[in-house]
């Protein structure tokens, strides 16, 4: 399939990746290509010199070094066998669970990510790649589509012709071959032999494609599509849940990757947390956590639009304009997140602009902390996620009970539904190639209907190898809190001299991205949290400002 060819072209068809012959055990690259940042191997001739270098010496021949990828510099190695052990566990899924079992004869087949223009205009938007054909392929290049075949577990990728004339503009086309090493996949075809290629191998139980609701967009997955599909059987049944399923459970080689983005994402959180201070904009701030994140960590995209809240703005949930100027005595909420290789990181800190909490900003803080931590020493497999958010909402109204803002029983404010004027979201949601990750819940009719469970993004049971956000938060939000007043039933708890005190104060959040493990959790997230570390490092910043 030869693409059109535009009088003048910027960036068609990015290959994000580079060719590199690496020593397997140190690293070393001892060949680059043309491009940054994939190392592969050229098969054919590094094979010959290895099995001469190991007849004439003796020796048996080493293994070839695998293809990895990576940003450059001291960035993660993410090697391609991720992506070979994802197909994998989808082939044991379908083998496992489709009603055929070991005999299933089907081939899933994906269709990648296509290149974006912005509107009705030729400047192409930056490639990123869909997440379920990420998820299975780590192919970076856009306009692909794949086929996984469950008999054998063997792969296909289906990769654009290009037009010769791209080579003028947008570099060097290469051959199968390349995308074959590149990517680790068993074979590589031409999209426009799609139909060639299913018709050799129409397979008993059918072409599966992707479609289904995502549970957090209510958007519909459109399903692989080509010329000449219909004459064969298809099936949309199974492959979303199953998908689903899988990506809901990270693998070893998934999470060293979430370790990492968590990490670099950490680092720059510390960097805006010592710069800020009363006089910048909110801009600024977000601006300085791109800029560590990408410079320091290669993460070219972040998860999702900053949120840089300072006072108010901070009970706006997904706040994004950060417009502002942070004045002296805000509170600020910074939730920003980097992306790797697909994979997100999401983190939440709350402090006080001038650097030091005052005892309101003190109290709050401490409140969402101890619900925090409540949640995270309960969390290991076999705990319900809908009781953990419940546990998220009786501390933080057992806090502000024993602060003089609620009065009352606790039981009977968790019965009128009173955490949800404090706390309007979920506790937190599922992790990795989307910030909202998918699997959240196996059926949408099974999410509650009570004010705050209905607005968690999961309601599942915690399994070993699952990834979530923990984020508490307590806000004072106008319209919350004024509905409650006119409510006898929730006001009765609501102590209004003292919750005066807290009108415009903004909100406090904490998040976290937490690997529930055999025992317990780990938590990927090594931003600096106690008021102790948050008052030095930003004391620390302030000095280095004046030095």
């Excluded at 693409?3 to 690293?27: I, R, T």
């Excluded at 942070?326 to 992306?339: K, V, Y």
């Excluded at 399994?463 to 923990?470: D, I, K, P, Q, S």
């Amino acid at each position: 399939m030869a693409h059109h060819h535009h009088e003048h072209h910027h960036s068609h068809h990015p290959h994000h990746g580079g060719c590199a012959l690496v020593n397997a055990e140190s690293g070393a690259v001892v060949h680059s290509g043309l491009e940054a940042h994939y190392y592969v191997v050229n098969e054919a001739p590094a094979a010959a010199a290895n099995a001469a270098y190991a007849s004439a010496t003796g020796t048996a021949a080493a293994p070839l070094p695998k293809a990895v990828w990576s940003m450059g510099a001291s960035t993660l190695k993410v090697p391609m066998a991720l992506h070979a052990e994802t197909r994998a566990k989808l082939v044991d899924y379908y083998r496992a669970h489709f009603h055929a079992k070991e005999n299933t004869d089907a081939v899933v087949l994906l269709e990648g990510g296509k290149l974006q223009h912005q509107y009705d205009t030729d400047r192409e938007m930056l490639f990123r790649q869909e997440s379920f054909f990420m998820y299975l392929f780590g192919v970076t290049d856009p306009d692909c589509y794949a086929a996984l075949d469950i008999r054998s577990g063997e792969s296909t990728l289906f990769v654009p012709e290009l037009d010769p004339s791209y080579a003028i503009w947008e570099g060097v086309i290469h051959p199968q071959e390349y995308f074959r090493i590149k990517y680790e996949v068993t074979h590589v075809r031409f999209v426009n032999e799609l139909k060639w290629w299913f018709g050799l191998r129409n397979p008993e139980h059918g072409v599966h494609v992707l479609t289904g609701v995502n549970s957090d967009s209510k958007s519909v997955v459109p399903p692989a599509n080509f010329d000449g599909l219909s004459e064969f059987k298809v099936d949309s049944s199974f492959l979303h849940a199953a998908l689903s399923e899988c990506r809901l459970i990270k693998t070893p080689k998934e999470i060293e990757v979430m370790r990492y983005v968590n990490k670099v994402s950490s680092d720059a959180h510390a960097r805006v947390m010592a710069a800020c201070r009363p006089g910048m904009m909110e801009y600024q701030l977000e601006s300085l956590f791109l800029h560590e994140t990408y410079s320091m960590g290669g993460c070219r995209f972040a998860a999702y639009n900053c949120i840089c809240g300072a006072g108010h703005s901070g009970a706006t949930l997904h706040y994004g304009q950060n417009s502002k100027a942070i004045r002296e005595n805000d509170m600020m909420l910074l939730d920003m997140g980097a992306e790797y290789h697909g994979y997100v990181s999401d983190i939440t800190r709350s402090y006080p602009a001038n650097g030091k909490f005052s005892p309101n900003q003190r109290f709050i803080y401490e409140t969402v902390r101890q619900a925090q931590k409540a949640v995270m020493d309960a969390m290991r497999p076999g705990v319900k996620w809908t009781d953990m958010h419940l546990l998220a909402e009786r501390t933080i109204l057992e806090q502000l009970k024993a602060g003089g803002l609620l009065q009352g029983s606790v039981d009977e404010m968790i019965e009128a539904c009173l955490g949800y004027v404090f706390m309007p979201h979920g506790l937190g949601h599922q992790m990795g190639l989307d910030t909202h990750d998918v699997g959240g819940y196996r059926d949408a009719s099974e999410r509650s209907e009570r004010p705050g469970l209905r607005n968690l993004r999961t309601n599942r049971v915690l399994a070993e190898g699952m990834v979530l956000t923990v984020e508490p938060g307590v806000y004072f939000v106008e319209h919350l809190l004024k509905k409650a007043f006119a409510d006898p039933a929730q006001s009765k708890f609501l102590v209004k001299s003292k919750l005066d005190e807290f009108r415009g104060f903004g909100g406090v959040r904490l998040e976290d991205d937490v690997l529930v493990t055999a025992t317990g959790y780990e938590n990927l997230t090594t931003v600096p949290v106690t008021i102790e570390e948050v008052e030095a490092i930003m004391a620390a910043g302030a000095k280095s400002r004046s030095a």
